[in-house]
């Protein structure tokens, strides 16, 4: 089902996972509309992603929207390639490029930009022009904490339900199986997300109640990068459900999304939310 979406909007798609969402830029505007790359959770399709592309579409972005599936977190390597996919989308001439960029990524999808992380430091030359641009992270129910969390999350996430248990129980029998092509390639990717080689603003929404994040490792991956020079704003709730804190707590959520755009110079003056 699509998204319902302001009839302006054109929507074109790049695959069966990679849609691009623009609109006009109003009258008299100068250059193209910022760029948002929005890494949604795991089986989260474009119905589910409406409320965040309204969101973005009316604070002046157009909206990259890139979906991941589960064997992107079952085969690193796999995951690996998507990234550089993305990259290479971003990297390319035509509506995607030379646009200020910023990138929105939700629950597991944090490790897909996690991957795009990894390969930035090892060729930050081949990927400049995509560092360049980047003016801003933000960050949503991030899965922090050990490989079972992380498997945890995977079978939470997956439709329907009544599979998760096998999911989670597959996952950690591979991963252990096979840890010099996973658990190698899942440290990686964390380090790159602790160690990340570009450092823009960065704000970060998270409950403390969520099972799929360890707080306390949370606040240290906080702290890393402000030691870094990173400057992190945070929106904390005592009690929301993971990948929805935008539905629980709407104008909370927008008012902090759209204060931190503010301070990036990105947001439309004249946003309506």
């Known amino acids: 089902m699509a998204p319902l979406l302001p009839a302006d ?19 008299g505007s100068r250059g193209p509309r910022p760029l948002l790359l929005f890494l949604p959770w795991l089986g989260a399709g474009p119905a589910a992603q409406g ?12 909206v990259l929207a890139v979906e991941s599936s589960l064997s992107h977190f079952l085969c690193p390597r796999r995951g690996l390639g998507w990234a550089a996919h993305v990259l290479a989308l971003l990297r390319g001439s035509g509506a995607l490029a030379s646009r200020p960029l910023v990138v929105h990524a939700l629950s597991l999808g944090g490790y897909t930009f996690a991957q795009m992380l990894l ?4 060729d930050l ?22 490989l079972d969390r992380m498997a945890l999350g995977v079978s939470q996430l997956m439709k329907p339900q ?70 992190v704003w945070v929106q904390a709730w005592a009690t929301s459900r993971h990948a929805a804190h935008l539905r629980q707590h709407p104008l909370e959520y927008s008012s902090t999304l759209v204060t931190f755009l503010g301070r990036l110079g990105l947001a439309a003056p004249t946003a309506r939310l």
């Open 9 to 27: 909007v054109t929507v074109t798609r790049l695959s069966r996972s990679i849609h691009l969402y623009s609109r006009p830029g109003p009258a």
């Open 119 to 122: 390969l930035m430091g090892q």
């Open 125 to 146: 030359g081949h990927h400049g022009s995509v560092a360049q641009r980047l003016r801003g992270h933000i960050f949503d129910s991030l899965v922090v904490g050990s």
């Open 162 to 231: 009544a599979l998760g248990p096998v999911v989670r129980a597959t996952a950690m029998f591979y991963f252990h199986l096979c840890p010099s092509c996973t658990i190698r390639h899942y440290e990686a990717a964390v380090a790159a997300f602790w160690q990340p080689p570009v450092r823009p603003p960065t704000l970060v929404f998270y409950s403390l109640d969520d099972p799929l994040c360890d707080s306390a490792r949370l606040q240290e991956l906080l702290a890393a990068w402000q030691r870094l020079g990173m400057p």
């Open 51 to 62: 409320k965040y592309l309204q969101l973005y579409l009316a604070c002046g972005f157009d």
